[in-house]
């Protein structure tokens, strides 16, 4: 594959292929012709730079791969690019590829396993008992988001979870002794993980490890496999092996040295094939003994087989909606208490509904009470993350990929900076997950420029994919949270206050799915100008409204947008009837950088944000000294209004 696209990573495939043929061979409880089965054993290849090994395992294991695919690696419109993707290649688990994230998915995998497992298995009828499977790398290791991950499931006791470490000593820049020394076993024994060291290039010693680590039921194991980089190739132990094709004659002295034929690109002896082939038929028969338990749990408890089969579609169960919260208009509250006021009504209609905060469940109002905790109750739907951000992220993830479970994350919306490499990879991905952010603005107050984000919304608004929702008060927040639940092809993030905000009134017909909609109209018919806010700044918006048209004034429309990526996906007449192009006298107030904002107010309207760092006050001084007020937008809506005449 490496040498057809003349790209690619040759010294992984080459260096853990034993490793990873005992896993897959010995192992793994798949079945090729249904990739999606719900209880299947997870794989994931975390140090996905060596995706040509997996695609040859999918490929020899008999998965919808053909080897058209993999003559056609790294290429335009191919199955096979040069990291997996999860929505694009059969038998794919997770894309991988920044390092240390798929490690972090493995251990969400595990997570949501333990969870299912506690809910749907009832005596005798375990319909939920799989394991994850890593291979991991020296990068892996060395990311901080992996130490986060790692330290987490040594504390939940992750019992299936079982990392192969391809231990080879060398990473691109050289030998992993410039920069990477200690001693990864001992680390990982800290962490409360079952330890094994073993000669990776020896098939039956690697065979054993993994039945050990599989009798480990208490904690999640990994085995310490010392291997050669390209191995067998004329660079093997060199990082020049690592990340470039060997090209003809050295891929030639391989061949000779290995007995394989020279001319023979892509050659799969039949006998490897029918060998390796045999997984499709053990497939077939796991997923019928599987269905049988399954019909047995559905004699004994029909509520919770039709709930898992439901849970393993992605689709919400009836009625997940009623009773949900409202608020009158007039009533004041902090939108993140409306997001907990929500969760509160979900997590009793929405069984599959879990996660939690990296530690700042108070200030995220992120905990159900009576729900217990994941990895500390039984059936625990709570999670504490602790103070986790990189690995919380990455382990969502790997709860949604794992299937039947909803996830949710939360920490505050300045740290969605730890965050990043996951939350762009579950918008890759097309990932479920929901992230509660709060603190969204200088509206914090006092804790300063440090905890204030005002960069964050244009960056993560930026992120292709991912839905920001901003809302203005309660309401718009339950609404949020429906369309963020609702979601099946991607990930959405809430951006909600500390300080209480007052609800507002709002038409009959206003819905924030649609991501933006007319809060007010203009007295008098046809609007002048356009005042448009999203979050806090409603608010200010509306008062600015009513400055503006005292004693006959201009006549201003206020427009909420808490979504711009939800009205942009709105069809062209719904967005002109909200923001028409006739009017061109508009205003933008965002506590925030004024980035992006120029697409909703054209080239003759005016954004007043915060293109600079915030301070420590409170948080009305903040809004006053900064410039976030109704009168300063009124100002800069007479202004505008004046240089159009």
Known sequence: MVEAARSGHPGLPLGAATIAHAIWSRHLRHAPHDPRWPDRDRF?????????????LLHLHGYDLPLSELRAFRQWGS???????????????TTTGPLGQGFGN?????????FRAERYDVDPHRVVDHRTYAIVSDGDLMEGVASEAASLAGTFGLGKLIAVYDDNGISIDGSTDVT??????????AYGWHVQHVDGHDLDAVDRALTAAEAEGGRPSIVVARTVIGKDSPLEGTAAVHGAALGPERTRQLKEKLGWPVDEPFRVPPEVREALGRS???GRALVAAWQQRVDGLAAARPDLADEMRRADTGALPRGAFEDMPSWPPGQKLATRKAS??????????????????ADLAGSNDTT????????????GRNVHFGVREHAMAAIANGMALHGGVRPFVATFLVFTDYMRPAIRLAALSRLPVAYVMTHDSIGLGEDGPTHQPVEHLASLRAIPGLKVFRPADANETREAWMAALERTDGPTLLALTRQDLPVLERPAAADARRGGYVLREAKGGAPDVILIATGSEVAIALEAAEI????????????????WEAFEAQPAEYRETVLPGAVRARVAMEAGVTLGWRRWVGDRGAVIGLDRFGASAPYEVLYRELGLTAHAMAARAREVLAALR
Do not use: N
Not at 180 to 188: H, K, N, S, T
Not at 368 to 379: I, Q, R
């Open 44 to 56: 994931v290849l975390s140090a996905g730079h060596g995706s040509a090994l997996l695609y040859a």
């Open 79 to 93: 199955k096979t690019p040069g990291h997996p993707e999860v929505h694009l290649t059969p038998g794919v688990e």
């Open 106 to 114: 493995a251990v969400g995998m595990a997570l949501a396993e333990r």
């Open 180 to 189: 990477f020394r200690e001693d990864v076993g001992a680390r990982f024994s």
């Open 280 to 282: 499709v038929e053990r």
């Open 340 to 357: 907990g006021a929500f969760l509160r009504a979900a997590f009793a209609h929405v069984p599959e509904l879990v996660g939690g905060s």
């Open 368 to 379: 159900v009470k009576g729900a217990g905790f994941l990895g500390a109750d039984p059936g």
């Open 548 to 563: 503006l048209e005292r004693g006959g004034g201009p006549a201003a429309r206020v427009v909420s947008l808490p979504c």
